[in-house]
């Protein structure tokens, strides 16, 4: 059997296990997004605090995969949970430090025109810092889209949803009957995935950020 022949007679299963990882590092970089913009909201008019928050996020991706699952596994369990945890911190970094790179990248004067027609500061944050600052952070995004997309294949050693559990039974199985199979597989949906997805986020892109903005 080759992997085409593989894949058309396992479409139901492959198909969910490619679901459930679109959808676990969708949501993932979504939460992880709210969480990031609101830490660079919090320290981007700080250098110090700027430097800080960077460097924490910086330091969960020196930490590998599997170790960082192993010491997450006896506080959440196997399964969603962990997965979560570890998806959503690995993509801290990019959001984090996008987010303060595109606000600090604001012009004072754009800000201080906006506080001169009467905008309190909220609302010079939300209706003119924050959008210019949109393509920063929407870049920051898929950029932790990528990389989450990759590290979710990982997330099935804590029994985590996608295609993981393809490429980890393969490999597992290796020399047995649609192992190879298995593997390249689990590996090649993943990199569908992920070129698709960049393709959302293009098209996002191109609708949320006006052209005076992108240059």
């Avoid at 198909?15 to 609101?38: D, E, F, K, N, R």
């Avoid at 800080?52 to 399964?79: E, N, Q, R």
């Avoid at 939300?126 to 898929?142: D, K, N, Q, S, Y």
Wanted: positive net charge; glycine residues 10%.
């Amino acid at each position: 059997m080759n992997v085409l022949e593989y894949v058309a007679d396992r479409w139901d299963r492959l198909s969910l296990q490619a679901l459930l990882h679109v959808s676990a590092v969708v949501q993932c970089t979504v939460l992880a997004a709210v969480i990031g913009v609101v830490i660079g909201v919090a320290v981007y008019r700080s250098p110090v605090g700027s430097a800080l928050a960077t460097a924490l996020a910086s330091t969960i991706l020196t930490v590998p995969s599997f170790a960082l699952l192993a010491l997450l596994i006896p506080v959440f369990g196997l399964g969603a949970d962990t997965t979560v945890v570890a998806l959503v911190l690995y993509a801290l970094l990019p959001i984090v430090r996008n987010t303060i790179v595109g606000l600090a990248g604001v012009d004072p004067a754009v800000s201080d025109a906006a506080r001169g027609i009467g905008m309190g500061r909220f609302g010079v944050l939300t209706r003119v810092e924050l959008r210019l600052a949109w393509p920063a952070i929407l870049a920051g995004m898929r950029v932790a889209t990528q990389m989450l997309m990759g590290i979710a294949v990982i997330a099935a050693y804590a029994k985590g949803p996608g295609l993981g559990s393809e490429v980890f039974s393969g490999l597992a199985n290796a020399g047995s009957a649609n192992s190879l199979n298995q593997a390249i597989t689990g590996t090649v949906g993943v990199v569908i995935l992920a070129l698709l997805l960049d393709g959302i986020y293009v098209l996002v892109q191109r609708f949320t950020v006006s052209r005076g903005v992108r240059g």
